[in-house]
């Protein structure tokens, strides 16, 4: 059988995000109650980085032990990969020593290329287009807070990245709307998005536009990595649109701040709200954690029914 993957947020239906929100929900609890579950023992999951990280790897480092397997980390400076082996080689031997494989690398090519010579499951760990990791555990985290997302308005401040892309991504496939309000020369680009162009998305010049009556209201750095050149001159163009408090009163009152962190406080958000009231970005951040021991399980093992 081929191995199904995880490269963007489009490859999996609603429905396998429900089994997985409901798998998310039992794996968080039994880990709450030091109850082990250990479906994986002698499986091993490789993490392969050519980007820094802390929680991307520490959640699924710490899950892959959780659930009674190993995980091994690669970096491109330590492995041949930065010595120029080509990936599908890689792929050939990784997967025969192995039996998931996340990847966080610049182009989304990479990871395909990966994937395509990968006999186990390839999950994409973040890419310049791409971060379907981050947007599982903040849709959980999202219903968690709020219940169902079908519907809502989601607003998204700042720069049309590899989050935002997969959270227009989400819409798509959840059917709510995003609020998109970045700088002039960084709007979204639909082809690169990966949009099948249901109309889920709206543009606005005016971040306080974006925001009004948002449910959840989201933001990113500024710069993402791979991008560092072009820091100073993002500095300036992005300057108004910083997330603050003024912001998150034009959204609902019961509206949630999220951040798929690092954040950069008095940046692309204050401190004020990073650290306020209507912030859930440290629920967020664990949610990773819970959401990708599901990811796991369901690509290695299956649907589990409880
Ligand atoms: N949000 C996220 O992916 O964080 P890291 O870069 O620390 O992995
Ligand atoms: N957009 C950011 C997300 C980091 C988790 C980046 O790609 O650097």
């Known amino acids: 059988m081929k191995a199904r993957h995880f490269l963007q947020f489009k490859d999996f239906s609603r429905e396998e995000y429900e089994h997985l929100f409901a798998r998310t929900r039992w794996i968080k609890e039994q ?90 499951p390839v999950i994409n760990g973040l890419t310049n287009e791409y971060h379907p990791c981050q947007i599982l555990g903040d ?71 974006a925001a009004r009556d948002a449910d959840l209201v989201t933001t990113d750095v500024w710069t993402s990595m791979g991008f560092e050149a072009e820091n100073e001159e993002r500095k300036r163009d992005f300057e108004d649109w910083q997330v603050d408090a003024e912001m998150m009163k034009a959204a609902k009152k019961e509206a949630v701040f999220m951040h798929c962190l690092p954040a950069h406080r008095g940046e692309e958000v204050t401190a004020e709200v990073m650290d306020g009231p209507q912030s859930v970005v440290w629920d967020e951040a664990e949610n990773r954690l819970h959401a990708q021991k599901a990811l796991i399980e369901f690509l290695l093992l299956g649907r589990i029914e409880q």
Not at 71 to 88: C, F, H, K, W
């Open 31 to 120: 880990f709450k109650s030091y109850r082990q579950y250990w479906p994986l023992i002698d499986r091993t999951l490789v993490m392969i980085f050519e980007k820094q990280s802390t929680r991307t790897r520490l959640s699924f480092e710490a899950g892959m032990h959780q659930l009674g397997g190993t995980a091994i980390y690669l970096n491109t400076r330590d492995s041949q990969l930065g010595r120029g082996e080509p990936v599908e080689d890689a792929a050939q031997v990784i997967s025969r020593m192995s039996d998931i494989v996340m990847i966080r690398t610049f182009e989304q090519e990479i990871v395909e290329r990966f994937a395509r010579h990968s006999r186990v």
């Open 139 to 209: 849709i959980y985290t999202f219903i968690e807070q709020r219940g169902p997302i079908r519907g809502k308005t989601v607003a998204w401040i700042g720069d049309s990245n590899n989050v935002c892309n997969t959270w227009l991504q989400a819409a798509e496939l959840f059917d709510f709307n995003v609020h998109v309000s970045t700088p002039p020369g960084y709007e979204v680009e639909p082809e690169r998005a990966g949009l099948y162009g249901t109309g889920h998305y709206e543009e606005f010049s005016d971040p306080m536009q």
